[in-house]
């Protein structure tokens, strides 16, 4: 296990895969979590921010990071470390993100992993499961689950931290549970008081509390009725440790609660558990198999120890309801369900049982389970590395056309785009919508080489493209044709025809804001095809969902494609373009009809 470690460590390592080099580990979401420590003690200006579309917000009273500050309390003492060392470089960068400070981070979440796998093995063997289903378990959760990827290669990600934290608060509760002293549950206290700060829905940790005690559940909590000085002791470690994201959040804006995740929240009606679980884009049980057993023996644990099977199932529940209900349920691009990495330790623990007390035929089975399950996550795993898997888009198509290949010509071969549109809890209006079959001149559909062609998908004319054509047919929706300071959702469909499979590949899909003078205030591109042809002489449906930010008053809404390389040679023939906005907070009544009823959620 630990030569495999190494091999993921030093072979792909974020400085193999681009020139960002070791600050490739702080990105995206790690750039919120580690930008609360470089704020405070690098550019003392925390509250004074400046902007980062990826975490920072104005307010009328200061500069506010979206992100809760557990992540950053947990990197606290590696940065630290890194730091010190940097300062002592006279040639390291003193902006945080030099060699040292990424990499005391990278040390950190490995120590990170071991202790939680440590703290999880004393957790299992205090519950009597023998050493070698305890193995077992321990390299399912690091061969065979993207708990590896997170510490390896993103641990600026609150995942890893979150892991430890929760392993910890079991092996701390286990512990209390069985009388080893009343501190042990004053840092169950700190530690739930942390799983709350990295991640506040994270509080439902609370229901693996009598997965841990089992039947003396009611007399733990007798003893905590008859303790109320170890109670309080409890509650008030784990409130201070709380209470440092209203201190963040007052010195940030002067008021005591802010929300961060502005323009993003929960559909509580509408949970994408099947999409969640097994979905092909982020499903659990389609990327992490070896995860099934853990399901499974929650039922199976009913007959042996119905408290552990009961509060197991709700852990499920509880967690899964939660995880479906986030606007965008697949929590954007990454490998797997990444959502579930911090619940493993209490996941895997009906799983554990279920191993224990297993005939020796039945074990048997589940090893050679597990090994095809480990081995397939793993081939997944660099498939995902090598840019075959997409990393965002996935669906049924594109996984069987992908399943098990590993040659350079399905390197970057997927396309397309069907993201979820902006979180709208009052809905979307219909603000724009335009079709055209090419046989008339349109409104916002201009530009292109239309001609007459046999092979028309409907009537005589199409858009051609070919070694002449660099662009084609435009979406322009000028200012005034949508609103502004509301966030936009387009969609776009057409036909697509290749004479031979193909011949489309190196196109690429882009949507736009652009000012009168050309500027460019966003951009998004993207291959057009999903996948490679299948078959020549073939007319194709494409399909396209792009959220897009607030636009200005005086911006364009563009969409087009570029046949970059002028060697693609295709046609194009009937294409719509549906503009759609997120309504205000204070709605007056919906502009055409509200989205839900046009396309479903999730599709």
Same mark, same amino acid.
């Given at each position: 296990?630990?030569?495999?470690?190494?091999?993921?460590?030093?072979?792909?390592?974020?400085?193999?895969?681009?020139?960002?080099?070791? =600050?490739?580990?702080?990105?995206? %979401?790690?750039?919120?979590?580690?930008? @609360?420590?470089?704020?405070?003690? $690098?550019?003392?200006?925390?509250?004074?921010?400046?902007?980062?579309?990826?975490?920072?917000?104005?307010?009328?009273?200061?500069?506010?990071?979206?992100?809760?500050?557990?992540?950053?309390?947990?990197?606290?003492?590696?940065?630290?470390?890194? @730091?010190?060392?940097?300062? !002592?470089?006279?040639?390291?960068?003193?902006?945080?993100?030099?060699?040292?400070?990424?990499?005391?981070?990278?040390?950190?979440?490995?120590?990170?992993?071991?202790?939680?796998?440590?703290?999880?093995?004393?957790?299992?063997?205090?519950?009597?499961?023998?050493?070698?289903?305890?193995?077992?378990?321990?390299?399912?959760?690091?061969? +065979?689950?993207?708990?590896?990827?997170? /510490?390896?290669?993103?641990?600026?990600?609150?995942? $890893?931290?979150?892991?430890? #934290?929760?392993?910890?608060?079991? !092996?701390?509760?286990?512990?209390?549970?069985?009388?080893?002293?009343?501190?042990?549950?004053?840092?169950?206290?700190? !530690?739930?008081?942390?799983?709350?700060?990295?991640?506040?829905?994270?509080?439902?940790?609370?229901?693996?509390?009598? $997965?841990?005690?089992?039947?003396?559940?009611?007399?733990?909590?007798?003893? !905590?009725?008859?303790?109320?000085?170890? /109670?309080?002791?409890?509650?008030?470690?784990?409130?201070?440790?709380?209470?440092?994201?209203?201190?963040?959040?007052?010195?940030?804006?002067?008021?005591?609660?802010?929300?961060?995740?502005?323009?993003?929240?929960?559909?509580?009606?509408?949970?994408?558990?099947? &999409?969640?679980?097994?979905?092909?884009?982020?499903?659990?049980?389609?990327?992490?198999?070896?995860?099934?057993?853990?399901? $499974?023996?929650?039922?199976?644990?009913?007959?042996?120890?119905?408290?552990?099977?009961?509060?197991?199932?709700?852990?499920?529940?509880?967690?899964?309801?939660?995880?479906? #209900?986030?606007?965008?349920?697949?929590?954007?691009?990454?490998?797997?369900?990444?959502?579930?990495? &911090?619940?493993?330790?209490?996941?895997?623990?009906?799983?554990?049982?279920?191993? @224990?007390?297993?005939?020796?035929?039945?074990?048997?089975?589940?090893?050679?389970?597990?090994?095809?399950?480990?081995?397939?996550?793993?081939?997944?795993?660099?498939?995902?590395?090598?840019?075959?898997?997409?990393?965002?888009?996935?669906?049924?198509?594109?996984?069987?056309?992908?399943?098990?290949?590993?040659?350079?010509?399905?390197?970057?071969?997927?396309?397309?785009?069907?993201?979820?549109?902006?979180?709208?809890?009052?809905?979307? %209006?219909?603000?724009?919508?335009?079709?055209?079959?090419?046989?008339?001149?349109?409104?916002?559909?201009? +530009?292109?080489?239309?001609?007459?062609?046999?092979?028309?998908?409907?009537? &005589?004319?199409?858009?051609?493209?070919?070694?002449?054509? &660099?662009?084609?047919?435009?979406?322009?929706?000028?200012?005034?044709?949508?609103? =502004?300071?509301?966030?936009?959702?387009?969609?776009?469909?057409?036909?697509?025809?290749?004479?031979?499979?193909?011949?489309?590949?190196?196109?690429?899909?882009?949507?736009?804001?652009?000012?009168?003078?050309?500027?460019?205030?966003?951009?998004?591109?993207?291959?057009?095809?999903?996948?490679?042809?299948?078959? %020549?002489? /073939?007319?194709?449906?494409?399909?396209?969902?792009?959220?897009?930010?607030?636009?200005?008053?005086?911006?364009?809404?563009?969409?087009?494609?570029?046949?970059?390389?002028?060697?693609?040679?295709?046609?194009?023939? %009937?294409?719509?373009?549906?503009?759609?906005?997120?309504?205000?907070?204070?709605?007056?009544?919906?502009?055409?009809?509200?989205?839900?009823?046009?396309?479903?959620?999730?599709?």
């Amino acid at each position: 296990m630990l030569v495999v470690v190494a091999v993921t460590v030093h072979g792909w390592r974020p400085a193999a895969d681009g020139t960002g080099g070791w =600050t490739e580990l702080i990105r995206s %979401d790690a750039m919120g979590y580690y930008g @609360h420590l470089t704020a405070l003690f $690098i550019r003392h200006d925390l509250g004074h921010e400046p902007f980062a579309p990826e975490y920072v917000q104005y307010t009328p009273t200061g500069t506010l990071n979206k992100y809760f500050c557990g992540t950053a309390v947990m990197m606290a003492p590696w940065f630290a470390v890194g @730091h010190g060392l940097a300062l !002592l470089d006279p040639e390291a960068p003193r902006d945080g993100f030099s060699e040292y400070e990424m990499k005391a981070l990278s040390i950190g979440a490995w120590v990170y992993l071991f202790v939680a796998l440590l703290a999880l093995r004393s957790v299992l063997r205090g519950m009597g499961v023998r050493d070698g289903v305890v193995a077992w378990v321990v390299a399912v959760l690091v061969l +065979g689950t993207p708990l590896l990827q997170y /510490t390896a290669l993103q641990p600026g990600w609150s995942h $890893i931290h979150s892991f430890v #934290c929760i392993s910890l608060f079991l !092996l701390a509760v286990q512990r209390f549970v069985y009388e080893r002293g009343d501190g042990w549950a004053v840092a169950a206290g700190v !530690l739930l008081g942390l799983i709350v700060l990295i991640r506040p829905v994270n509080g439902l940790v609370l229901l693996a509390v009598p $997965i841990v005690a089992g039947d003396l559940t009611l007399s733990l909590l007798a003893r !905590l009725l008859r303790r109320p000085w170890t /109670t309080l002791a409890t509650l008030l470690a784990g409130a201070a440790v709380v209470a440092l994201q209203p201190l963040v959040w007052h010195a940030q804006t002067g008021h005591w609660f802010e929300w961060g995740y502005r323009n993003e929240g929960f559909y509580w009606d509408r949970p994408m558990v099947g &999409e969640v679980l097994f979905g092909i884009r982020r499903g659990l049980f389609v990327w992490t198999p070896a995860l099934l057993p853990a399901l $499974i023996a929650v039922p199976l644990l009913w007959r042996r120890d119905r408290v552990r099977a009961v509060f197991a199932g709700l852990y499920w529940a509880a967690n899964t309801y939660v995880i479906a #209900c986030w606007w965008i349920w697949y929590y954007g691009s990454g490998f797997g369900s990444r959502v579930y990495i &911090e619940h493993y330790p209490v996941l895997v623990l009906p799983m554990a049982l279920l191993f @224990h007390r297993a005939a020796p035929m039945a074990w048997r089975w589940l090893r050679l389970f597990l090994m095809l399950c480990i081995a397939l996550h793993l081939a997944q795993y660099v498939q995902y590395r090598m840019r075959i898997l997409h990393d965002e888009d996935m669906d049924q198509e594109k996984y069987a056309r992908a399943f098990l290949r590993f040659g350079p010509e399905h390197r970057d071969a997927q396309g397309g785009m069907m993201r979820e549109a902006p979180y709208h809890p009052h809905g979307m %209006d219909v603000v724009l919508t335009e079709s055209t079959d090419l046989e008339r001149p349109s409104r916002y559909w201009t +530009g292109g080489d239309i001609r007459h062609h046999r092979n028309a998908f409907s009537g &005589e004319r199409v858009c051609a493209y070919d070694d002449s054509t &660099e662009f084609g047919i435009t979406f322009r929706a000028p200012p005034g044709s949508f609103p =502004t300071d509301r966030e936009l959702f387009l969609q776009v469909d057409l036909q697509r025809f290749e004479a031979k499979a193909g011949d489309a590949m190196g196109v690429l899909a882009v949507a736009e804001l652009a000012r009168p003078d050309s500027t460019i205030t966003f951009y998004q591109s993207f291959r057009m095809e999903p996948v490679r042809g299948l078959q %020549d002489s /073939t007319w194709r449906a494409l399909s396209f969902r792009i959220p897009v930010p607030a636009a200005k008053g005086d911006e364009e809404l563009r969409f087009y494609l570029w046949n970059k390389d002028r060697r693609a040679r295709f046609l194009i023939d %009937d294409v719509m373009a549906r503009v759609s906005a997120v309504r205000p907070w204070k709605h007056a009544g919906p502009v055409d009809r509200p989205i839900d009823e046009a396309t479903p959620r999730g599709h």
